[in-house]
């Protein structure tokens, strides 16, 4: 059934991709290469002027009191600037001159119109308020990359809570066009968004108890420049009255309208049976997030019977498992023991939460004495865990990473979500720190923001398949390369493809089969000893973002197929530092011009043979 990717990827590939340089010297190829590396970046720089967010989470400062344009309009204009700059690039570059890295510059330059133009046209379907949102991630940004070295870096900070209400309040519009149009989150999105938007602005200086996280952030940056001697008191008073004002008057109301809206729309919202066919023109809205998503044609029918053909092959070798430690009953008993033995699961306590995190980061440690042996090129930015801040935190949350600056100012970050410590197993811990650490996303990003020789962009663009099928290869990988010894955990990391196996089958069945919720929360159950709680807010997940689950598996099994490719054409010339290198020191790119890349790095190992 593998068969399905490998058609979905080639009915993309004949558009990725310039023709190959013939009959033109070296100069030729290396001048008009240079000529489309300085066009891109040229063009990125007009790009990045309407996204400053963007410009802060690179570690630049310009535009640093700024957020941006959220509006319809706005993106409507940044689809008419990228038309018009992939036209520029046609116009001006010959790609008959290009060499092999440049033209998967070119490929994901002019894929990016063809994804915009298909973002437009469902731009309302897409919910602002659904898994996440701009009433957590804006405060996250603002936490995690707004860094506070200078005075001048607390006016921007301070800038920018005043934009936040106004930010608020055009997403707020933004979706009530989208209801106007019939198309609303699931009821429980709306309960959802209404508590965590409440968390943003619950506390100081909002009302009686803690600090809230903006107020608790601002404080202690102003304290930090105080302690380095940059500002003084006076300062210091003047800077949090400016800040107390702009989270008091701007702040507070836009969030209030918020939840005000969302409480009287949330009597019209859906519940039951809630995914993309309830939606108008749910399937075709379905198809192009798909499309959006995966960077393949891949249809539904066919990611779903993936799916199923995929559970079916894991549960074999995890059957194997079961046999190998000697359990007594079948493997549905196997799951609920894996399930709910105390043996695999720490207190709910600070203690336990803080033994969580230090066993991630054993793992961690040991793997990165392994990564040599497998990588040519490896990050430069540090790595640390953390548990997911608590207005944003949900029990049963994916784990998830965040990157750092090219600066190296800001750390990589695996979050996970520990409210609730019976949905967190151990023997999914190892797993889990590889698909989001090393060699996973911490090693696929980190790197990505860290390369010099390739257009900027190429350092900043973001691919679901790719980097989550990135992830996912990596928890295989992490079995080459020794880890897993413990069968209990080498069942956790078949637990986790298992998992996006599952999601495979549950994404499509909710969005394009019909089921409701609590169907695929039954189907999930009885086909993957994941916790319950875990499982349910999965699934919620998946309602909510339509589509993105599926992108784990389909990227893993590209890059598995493109491995195994490369291993049979190869044979004792295949390298595995350079085969990685070839995938990830790309930058992240749609599965069809990795496809390209590939295919073209092992022509030229086997021409050099």
Known sequence: ????????????????????????????????????????????????????????????????????????????????????????????????????????SWAIWESELDRSELRQKWLRHAYIFGYGGPHTDIPNFLITYHKVDEPLDVEGYISRIGKLG?????????????????????????????????????GAPFGPGPDSPLWSDIKTKIETLKVTGKADQGQADA?????????????????????????????????????????????????????????????????????????????????????????????????????????????????????????????????????????????????VVRRVEAFREVPGGAAHYYGPTPDGSQPGIFYAHLPDMSAVSLWALESLAYHEGVPGHHMQIAIQNELTDIPVFRTQYGYSSFAEGWGLYAEDLGKTMGGFTDPYNDFGRLSSELWRAVRLVVDTGLHAKGWTEEE???????????????????????????????????????????RDEAKAELGDKFDWKSFHDTVITGGSMPLPVMDERVKRWIEKTKAAA
Not at 16 to 44: R, V
Not at 167 to 195: C, H, M, N
Not at 535 to 556: C, D, H, N
């Open 239 to 383: 800077w949090l009255a400016s800040a107390q004002s702009a989270l008091t008057t701007q702040v507070k109301p836009a969030y209030e309208r918020l939840i005000a809206w969302l409480e009287a729309d949330k009597v019209n919202a859906p519940s039951g049976k809630v995914g993309a066919l309830t939606l108008p023109k749910g399937p075709e809205w379905y198809n192009a997030s798909l499309e959006l998503l995966t960077t393949t044609k891949m249809t539904a029918d066919q990611i779903h019977q993936l799916g199923l053909d995929e559970v079916t092959r894991i549960h074999g070798e995890m059957n194997k498992i079961r046999v190998a430690t000697g359990f007594q009953g079948d493997q549905p008993a196997f799951f609920e023991f894996m399930r709910a033995d105390k043996q695999f699961y720490l207190p709910d306590t600070d203690e336990g939460r803080a033994k969580y995190l230090a066993t991630a980061q054993g793992y961690l440690d040991a793997m990165y004495k392994k990564l040599p042996e497998y990588f040519g090129r490896l990050p430069k930015a540090p790595l």
């Open 166 to 202: 106004a930010t608020i309040d055009q997403f707020t519009e933004r979706a009530k066009l989208a209801v106007a149009d019939g198309i609303r989150a699931p009821k429980f999105g709306y309960e959802r968004t209404a508590s965590e938007a409440k968390n943003v602005i619950s």
């Open 520 to 562: 695929g929360v039954a189907w999930a159950m009885a086909n993957s000893p994941r916790p319950q709680s875990s499982i349910r807010s999965e699934v919620k997940r998946f309602l909510l973002w339509p589509g993105q689950a599926t992108t784990y598996k389909i990227g893993m099994i590209a890059i598995q197929r493109l």
């Open 1 to 104: 059934m593998r068969l399905f990717l490998a058609a979905g990827l080639m009915a993309l590939a004949t558009a990725c991709g310039p023709a190959q340089p013939a009959g033109h010297s070296a100069e030729e190829i290396a001048a008009e290469s240079k000529k489309l590396t300085d066009y891109l970046n040229a063009e990125f720089e007009e790009e990045l002027a309407m996204n400053p967010m963007l410009l802060t989470q690179m570690g630049r400062k310009q535009m640093y009191g700024e957020l941006g344009d959220f509006s319809e309009a706005d993106a409507l204009k940044q689809l008419e600037w990228r038309r018009e700059s992939v036209a520029g690039m046609k116009a001006e570059i010959d790609p008959a001159k290009l060499n092999d890295d440049a033209k998967t």
